[in-house]
């Protein structure tokens, strides 16, 4: 059921007829532009109206279309793939580094000679004896220093 009127030809040539007859010939031009200047300003709304549902819908198709990219980026499986793996790595790399600062540290740390029990021997000198404690202290590594 349409609750537009169907006009057929019959009905436009009654319609034409009548206004003929009540305006009359005189007045029929400046009726008809009155009526088309209607038809113009009604066709303008009514395309005003539809240009604002489709810039409505536009907007809504975007915003949808911008919630689905949020979706899809945090979503991602290679992201979340990857957020898993730092998440993984990031205890061995704490671990490394401390590590490495307690590496650090030692090696900054001075090296102690170990004290030798003093045993005169004839040969050597007291020139000579620093140099040994010296030669002892390059042979031993870092490392082994505070292992000893």
């Given at each position: 059921m349409s609750l537009l009127p169907q006009f057929g030809f019959f009905e436009l040539m009654v319609v034409a007829v009548l206004a003929l007859v009540v305006v009359g010939p005189k007045d029929l031009p400046?009726?008809?532009?009155?009526?088309?200047?209607?038809?113009?300003?009604?066709?303008?709304?009514?395309?005003?109206?539809?240009?604002a549902f489709d810039q409505m819908a536009r907007e809504a198709e975007m915003e949808e279309l911008r919630k689905e990219i949020e979706t899809l980026k945090n979503d991602n499986p290679i992201a979340e793939a990857k957020r898993e793996i730092e998440?993984?790595?990031?205890?061995?790399?704490?671990?490394?580094?401390?590590?490495?600062?307690?590496?650090?540290?030692?090696?900054?740390?001075?090296?102690?000679?170990?004290?030798?029990?003093?045993?005169?021997?004839?040969?050597?000198?007291?020139?000579?004896?620093p140099?040994?404690?010296?030669?002892?202290?390059e042979a031993t590594p870092p490392g082994d220093a505070e292992r000893v």
């Open positions: 400046k009726l008809m532009r009155t009526a088309g200047g209607f038809v113009a300003q009604a066709r303008r709304l009514a395309d005003e109206f539809r240009a998440n993984a790595v990031a205890p061995v790399g704490d671990a490394l580094r401390d590590e490495a600062a307690e590496v650090r540290d030692a090696v900054m740390k001075p090296i102690a000679a170990p004290a030798a029990p003093k045993t005169e021997t004839p040969a050597a000198s007291p020139e000579e004896a140099a040994e404690t010296d030669a002892a202290a």
